[in-house]
């Protein structure tokens, strides 16, 4: 047994919290606890319950009270917890049991691991300990007594809290606690020290004013409360503050930090673009950032991370060098390199939330594993670069918020960030100006793009030429690159054509000549066709585009649009990401480039024009999403959608662009997200909602759940505020789905009924019969049969008469899983053969590989396992073709089953091992909970009844934390066999009687049957 009292008062046994009855009852438990392992008079007890002025009854309601707690604790195993002594009682307890002593031990471990110098270890420890609480200590025990002791004890944790963030502060992990000392200050507004920590970290990380502001709170609170001042230590640390007193920055002399264990990360991120070939300059900046960054996890630097700020006017080259240097400094940073666009100059900047979305999943972190909220992915970011040398990129910073977040605590990784603004709140940061080139330097550039013949051979025009691109580097390489294509042009020429000074982009200049006039003189060369191309790319807010969406764009076909895109990047107007060939090609704009595109969008598109053209790209989106549906799946199955135009694009092109359908998604995936936004900001309610669910495909295979609930939030409010009725129940219907997927079945209903309720409302048969479906799955799974059954044979009748082959397929082997759980094999056999059928004549792979796999189990029930190896791994070969790797975990499981009855133990926990890390990957907690089931029986088999035990009781937690009752009962039975084979009667027993207690939560004939088994067994055990 367990007790926790850090918190409201708690005592479990195994993983169920006990009842602990009335407040009288509590309150006794509690002194007892407080007073662990000593006598504790009844007199205290008395005290405790009824203050000074006790009635003639107290001691035997204090006596009454022992007594029901013994009946308490041995009705769980614990019948001698509490032991009569001459003055009184005691409660014999494990330091371990309780959650008081165990904070105790930590903290005692902290501080000594303070006193020999080791920070990390004490911060862990103190984390630990401070982990623990759950609440006010006692919270809701009235009792004078009582509210004494567990103020003490808060006094103990805040203690602890100061020193273990005293400890952060001198590790330079000021940045991380500001929000942190915030609350606490909020929570404790006289703790003095608090305030002075919070003093110090914000002035630490730049924030002076806020630091004085801190102070000046505090000086007014203890005036107004307390009647005195500050005490003299927060006077002078506001003094100093003031001053920005030397005194305050980091300690020279820092506590001894002690490695902590690695973090295990499955690879080592390489995410730098690749390095530019003819790299010009900037000899004393790569010098100084180099410098810089070697520090990293030196003495001098062991506390503060290398920041390197490279900042400078718009094209002058700072994202060049930042890749350079980052190349030239690999090997000092040999655990990887993360890189990310923050696109600070954009109308929508990439923000935090998704940089650590990718950072995160780059160091291993699966989609599902990931939190949703900045503060935890912020910290789990930092914990896994606890122990590495990373290095870290961000380009074009708009702001320190999207900084701040992406910062690592490990003093030994380094960062670099670009940006147009120097970013004067990251205190600490190393800043490096960067200008325009001189004039040797630009020539140098020229040369090395136009060619060195050329540029000799017109020497004062190069000069001139430079001189009139501002000597910007991307106004020079933009030049170069025209006079590269333009073989027939002289530099004079050009610079003739650059002397028009109307043509300058004067918003980014440098004196009275700026990068509009490359720009524009660029722009101005190409075509009209390749001009309007040019503008109307920039109606999609996505940073990065395929090409097929140009087609739309112009309403041409693709190959003329091609033609035009090719002379944009040849005039790299655009460039290439180097992602994909052909017609994957993907193309993206620079962002000061793209600028000046939406400036002359705006000049020279109408309204009219640019809604026309917006409308095309979303309705070829969503015809192309269909198409890679339709291939997945083999049909639309499970869609429902709109009666949006479509923008249909011709069929040999569309086969070669979903020709792998997952693979397509993945590449139009911001295109997708951005594509449903703009669809609402547009008024495109359909199209808006019609994509949404055309792209759960993606967010469902690849567990992209932050994009499925983004978008569908999006989605389903535009269909609310133009009240269409069908978009909104397609929308519960998809996010009910989601939540299935997230295991939260009691918010899946909820969205299901409503989504019924609006299909029916409309007349859509089709979709009640898909929201219908999926209610059944949640009857299934929570074990009320009749009601299952009933709801797919609706479902069925529907998709019968509509001609859906592969929901019908589908549906199929769902009624036959139901036939299984009655033992009804040749039920179940004839409806998985017609689905069979079905799902291979419509071309389904997916529910093919489902119903293959339920057949593997209907042999496996009938004890033909060679027949359910033999079809299960047909089953497998499926899942790994189509890339699905949650029905890959499924098959696997199967496979170990099925191996382990036929005798080959080794075989069979292979295939298990396998499926449950990819069950885990996925997030996928009923394959988990079934794996940990067999290999609970591969133990049995091995006679090691203790480690079967360990299994059964992790599937079981998971079964309950998925709300699955029917499943529950069922590991419990199997658990109290492996009591019993430990010789554990009252262990078996107690199984069996939890067991019981969960049948009232089932279908009444399964109930029944579940209760004549376990009352059968429970007379076996003499209960």
Known sequence: MEFGILGPLEATAGSRRLDLGGIRQQIVLAVLLLDAGRVVTIGRLMEAIYGDDHPTTARAQVQICISSLRRLFA??????????????????????????????????????????????????????????????????????????????????????HEECVQLELDLGRHHELVGELNELVDEHPLRERLRGQLMTALYRSGRQAEALQVYRDARRTMIDELGIEPNERLQQLEHAILTSDESLDLPVAPPKVEPSAPLTVPNVPGMLPTDIADFTGRTKQIDDIRQRLMLAGEERSRFAV??????????????????????????????????????????????????????????????????????????????????????????????????????????????????????AGLAGATHVDVDTFDADQSVDLLTRIAGAERVRSEMEAAEALAELCGHLPLALRIAGARLSARQHWSIEQLVHRLEDETRRLDELKHGDMGIRASISLTYESAGADARRLFRLLTILDTQ???????????????????????????????????????????????????????????????????????????????????????????????????????????????????????????????????????????????????????????????VYLDDWRETHEIALATARQADDKRGQAAMLYSRGSLYITQQRFGDARGDFEAAVRLFRDIGDTQGVALVIRNIGFLDRVSGRFDDAEAHYRQALDIFRANGDQVASAYVLHNLAQLRLEFDDLPGAQRLLAEALDLSRSSGSRRVEAQVLHRIGQTYLQSGQSALAVEVLNEALLVVRNIGDPTGEAYVLHGLGVARLRRGEPAEAESALRRSLMLAGTSNEQLVEARVLLALGELCMNREDASQAVMYYEQALALFAKMHMPLQQARTLITLSDAHKELGDDDAARDALSRGLGLTDQLDPVVAAQIRDQLTHLMRRYGH
């Open 306 to 423: 290398p920041i390197v700020v490279i900042v400078g006017k718009p094209g002058v080259g700072k994202s060049t060098i930042a890749v350079h240097v980052s190349h030239r400094v690999g090997e000092r940073f040999p655990d990887g390199q993360l890189f990310a666009n923050l696109h600070g100059a954009a109308s929508r900047p990439t923000g935090p939330m998704q940089v650590l979305e990718r950072f995160l999943r780059v160091l291993g972190v699966p989609g599902t594993g990931i939190p949703d909220g900045l503060e935890e992915r912020a910290e789990m970011y930092r914990a896994l670069l606890a122990d590495r040398r990373v290095l870290i990129v961000l380009d074009d910073a708009g702001s320190e918020s999207q900084i701040l977040p992406l910062l690592p605590g490990n003093p030994a990784s380094g960062v670099i960030i670009t940006s147009r603004s120097r970013l």
């Open 544 to 702: 990065v585009f395929s090409a097929w969406v140009t087609a739309a764009l112009l309403d041409r076909p693709l190959t003329d649009a091609q033609d035009l895109l090719d002379d944009l990047a040849d005039a790299q107007l655009i460039e290439t990401t180097g992602v994909g060939h052909g017609v994957h090609s993907q193309y993206r704009f620079h962002d000061l480039i793209r600028v000046f595109a939406r400036e002359r969008l705006a000049a020279e598109e109408t309204p009219e024009e640019r809604n026309a053209a917006l409308a095309r790209v979303l309705g070829g989106l969503l015809f192309l999403a269909e198409a890679a549906h339709r291939r997945e799946y083999g049909g639309d199955y499970v869609q429902i959608h709109s009666s949006a135009p479509r923008w249909p694009l011709p069929q040999r092109l569309v086969d070669r662009l979903v020709a792998s359908p997952l693979q397509w998604y993945e590449r139009e995936r911001s295109t997708l997200v951005s594509g449903i936004r703009q669809a609402a900001q547009a008024g495109f309610v359909e199209l808006c909602w019609d994509l949404a669910i055309s792209s759960v495909t993606l967010f469902e295979s690849r």
């Open 75 to 160: 009705a769980n195993g614990s019948p001698d917890l509490i032991a009569t002594q001459s003055l009184g009682y005691a409660i014999q307890v494990a330091p371990d049991q309780i959650d008081m002593q165990q904070f105790h031990i930590l903290v005692r471990r902290a501080r000594r691991a303070k006193e020999t110098r080791n920070a990390n270890e004490a911060i862990k420890h103190y984390r630990d300990a401070l982990a623990l609480w759950r609440g006010p200590a006692l919270d809701g025990i009235d009792s004078r007594l009582v509210q004494s002791a567990a103020s003490r004890l808060t006094e103990e944790r805040i203690a602890a």
